[in-house]
């Protein structure tokens, strides 16, 4: 199986391709913001290089979040765009996962992400890698006490990734060598997208938070007089939306 | 690239339009015919648009991260549901374009990264499209509109008088300086508890006013240019529906009579000024073309029928469907781009950056209008 790995979702930007055991590409690079202006090219880069063409891509492995929603969306829609017509050759891979496996470390390992706002995106995964808490978002003590309480008498937790400097110290929490760890590393999210059964239908984003947004007084009033959305089509199709 | 060379030496493209700068998803399968890179003919085969109006009615205006998130939900479906509608397949498309600003950026970039990912999978090229240029060119898809022609750009977030000479040579003669026309339509709508879309329920709410029971000003009358105003419009607006209510007179009629009076004086500001710009337009091509979602509405187009007619004009406007923001006008506009050799080679397509601002032509020297920290939208 050839997989193509996309990651966008936090502060790098990184392009895998895999056949089987084998890494074809991989590159990464860093940065905070911009990832719609590098991502396509990376990408592009892949398929040159390798001498493949899309249709040689079984899969796409695509990080979901959370995250920055926006670098979220950015790897989301490329998937999407690129697999048109394709939707179940896509993989949506959690973040925290990916970061857990993109770090050579045994045991439990909590990864913990800024989330800013005075909030983590954390998760937890016992020593087999079975995942024993999914992706929340919470404040830095209620995380570092879900965690906690979620490893039960396991010895020690390795806290990883961008927030993991945030958590309060606990006797079991040490802190990985961030310095051996770039981040996602996208050919642990070829891998993750490789092992996981067929897919059903395109991914959805991880967001963990509803969006800023608040009711006005008149809406609320005038709930009633929203007009029903829906794809309106001009060429003959239609449906509910 | 599969594009057809015609027997008369021309080529003829499918080009995928993809548009996501506001609250609508929408995806169009246009057929495109040019020779000598000179559009002959273009054909909406399909037109889908998915809108999200429901996800921010409680909200009371557009909410951009809302917007992001329902465009990223539905961009692919509307994408293939346009390909379906057209009776074509994804490996018939010759081109994918795409809105690439200006507009609410997180849905930009959704619409554009789709359209990065298509062309880059199925070998296409890419051409990032400047919104305001799909409503200049959305007559060529219907109307015979050959260059040059003045266009009335009239929308939710734009307002412009624009001398268009060619493809991608636009010169602006007049700009709002405060809200766009159709800003103006959704506040005063707010204004009278009419709902969103504004344009849509004042225009209904009219029906049954007397746009003459309450007196509206009339803007910039003593201005020689050909700039736009709306602010004043809606302070009257506010103040009379204060006054109606504070003396307890603010019933179903005085809502309709304010809407009336209202929809008058926007028509007649819109049509004053675009007068103005047909007495001094300086091309012999007597041809006003309007385009943009306020330009469905009805007195509106009457008025700039009128001062069309007076001045012995033709007069252009696409059909509603698009007026208001549509993959069509973005395909076509891509398509011509392409055609004329002006789009961006494909390594740069693909590195092309989404812009929140980006002025279709540049302001008027000495004029130039304020309109937010980072100066005018567009």
């Known amino acids: 199986m050839i997989v193509l790995a996309l990651d966008t979702a936090l502060s790098t930007c990184s392009v895998a391709i895999i056949r089987g055991p084998e890494t074809l590409f991989d590159r990464f690079t860093f940065q905070a913001k911009g990832h719609a202006e590098t991502l396509p ?18 899969r796409i492995g695509v990080v979901v979040g959370p995250g920055q929603f926006t670098g979220v969306r950015v790897g989301l829609a490329f998937a999407r765009g690129f697999a048109l017509g394709r939707p179940n050759a896509i993989v949506g891979v959690n973040s925290l996962r990916a970061l857990r496996d993109s770090a050579a470390i045994k045991g439990w390992i909590a990864p913990v992400v800024d989330a800013r706002r005075g909030e983590v995106f954390a998760g937890l995964y016992d020593a087999d890698g079975d995942e024993r808490l999914q992706p929340f978002a919470a404040a830095p003590d209620a995380a570092a006490m879900r ?63 509803a969006p800023d947004a608040k009711k006005s007084a008149a809406a609320l009033l005038a709930g009633a007089m929203a007009i029903p959305g829906g794809i309106r089509s001009e060429s003959g199709t239609t449906d509910g939306g | 690239m599969s594009s057809v060379a015609t027997p008369a030496g021309g080529r003829q493209f499918l080009a995928l339009g993809i548009e996501t700068s506001c609250d609508d998803t929408a995806a169009s399968v246009v057929d495109a015919m040019f020779e000598g890179g000179v559009l002959k003919s273009a054909r909406a085969l399909s037109s889908e ?81 400047n919104h305001l240029e799909g409503h200049a060119l959305s007559a060529r898809l219907t109307e015979d509109a050959a260059f040059p022609y003045l266009l009335l750009l009239v929308s939710g977030g734009h307002t412009q008088l624009i001398e268009v000479s060619g493809l991608g040579a636009y010169r602006r003669i007049g700009t709002t300086i405060d809200d766009a026309a159709g800003e103006a339509f959704d506040k005063t ?114 008025a700039l029928a009128r001062v069309a007619g007076e001045a012995g004009w033709r007069l252009a406007f696409p059909p509603p469907k698009y007026c208001t923001d549509n993959g069509a006008m973005i395909a076509l506009a891509g398509a011509e781009r392409f055609a004329a050799g002006l789009a961006p080679p494909m390594a740069e397509a693909l590195a092309f950056a989404p812009k929140a601002r980006w002025p279709l032509a540049p302001p008027i020297v000495g004029a130039e209008h304020g309109g937010g920290k980072k100066g005018p939208k567009a």
């Open chain 2, 189 to 302: 709508a707010k204004l009278l508890s009419l709902g969103q879309p504004g344009g849509p329920r004042i225009e209904s709410a009219a029906v049954a006013g007397r746009a003459d029971r309450f007196h509206m000003p009339r803007p910039l009358l003593n201005r020689q240019d050909c700039d736009f105003s709306f602010s004043g419009l809606k302070t009257a607006v506010r103040v009379i529906v204060e006054q109606e209510f504070a003396g307890g007179r603010l019933d179903g009629q005085a809502i309709a009579d304010i809407a009336g009076g209202f929809q008058t004086a926007v028509a007649e500001h819109l049509a004053a000024r675009t007068a103005r710009a047909i007495a001094n337009a300086a091309f012999e091509n007597r041809l006003l073309v309007v385009a943009g979602g306020v330009a469905a509405n009805c007195e509106i187009k009457g």
């Open chain 2, 49 to 129: 648009v998915w809108s999200q109006y429901d996800r921010h009615a409680e909200f009371g205006g557009v909410v951009p991260e809302i917007a992001a998130r329902s465009h990223v939900e539905r961009v692919d479906a509307v994408m293939s549901r346009a390909i379906a509608a057209a009776g074509v397949t994804v490996a018939e498309i010759d081109l994918v374009a795409a809105t690439a600003g200006p507009g609410l950026v997180g849905g930009v970039m959704v619409g554009l990264s789709a359209a990065k990912g298509f062309a880059l999978a199925n070998g296409v090229p890419l051409v990032p499209v």
């Open chain 1, 147 to 209: 965690i906690a309480e979620a490893a039960g008498d396991a010895d020690a937790i390795c806290l990883l990734g961008s927030g993991a400097g945030l958590l309060p110290s606990d006797a079991r929490f040490y802190r990985a060598d961030t310095k051996s760890l770039r981040g996602i590393d996208p050919v642990a999210v070829a891998r993750i997208a490789a092992e996981a059964p067929p897919p059903a239908g395109p991914p959805g984003p991880i967001y963990l938070r």
């Open chain 1, 41 to 58: 090219p990376m990408a592009a880069a892949a398929l040159s290089e390798t001498g493949l063409i899309a249709a040689d891509i079984d």
